[in-house]
Nanobody, 124 residues
């Protein structure tokens, strides 16, 4: 089981990025996927998640209205579209998979598999 996050980088405040989570070694159709982030000196926090069907989504209050999660099961990939980025969005972003396929919660404990992160840096 592998999850590979990519798409991070350096962007100015107000800019946009699209993160990708490429999944392999398991059938993505049966898993919910979550995005989490961790900034230096802070605890990891849930950002967004999407159910296996794509019908249900959840967002942290801090990103709602700016970030959009989507998935393409045929490509085994989940995306996080980030708009209107702010310096406080700076963090390492991780994706994770949960066998609770239709559960959309931003609690790291329900996620079974984790990928390596991708750094997002937003300059002011």
């Amino acid at each position: 089981v592998q999850l590979q996050a990519s798409g991070g980088g350096l962007v100015q405040a107000g800019g946009s990025l699209r993160l990708s989570c490429e999944c392999s070694g398991f059938t993505l159709d049966y898993y919910a996927i979550g995005w989490f982030r961790q900034a230096p000196g802070k605890e990891r926090e849930g950002v967004s998640c999407i159910s296996s069907s794509g019908i249900n989504t959840a967002y942290a209050d801090s990103v709602r209205g700016r970030f959009t999660i989507s998935r393409d099961n045929a490509k085994n990939t989940v995306y996080l579209h980030m708009n209107s980025l702010k310096p406080e969005d700076t963090a390492v972003y991780y994706c994770a998979a949960s066998v609770w396929a239709e559960l959309v919660v931003l609690t790291s404990g329900v996620y079974d598999y984790w990928g390596q992160g991708t750094q997002v840096t937003v300059s002011s």
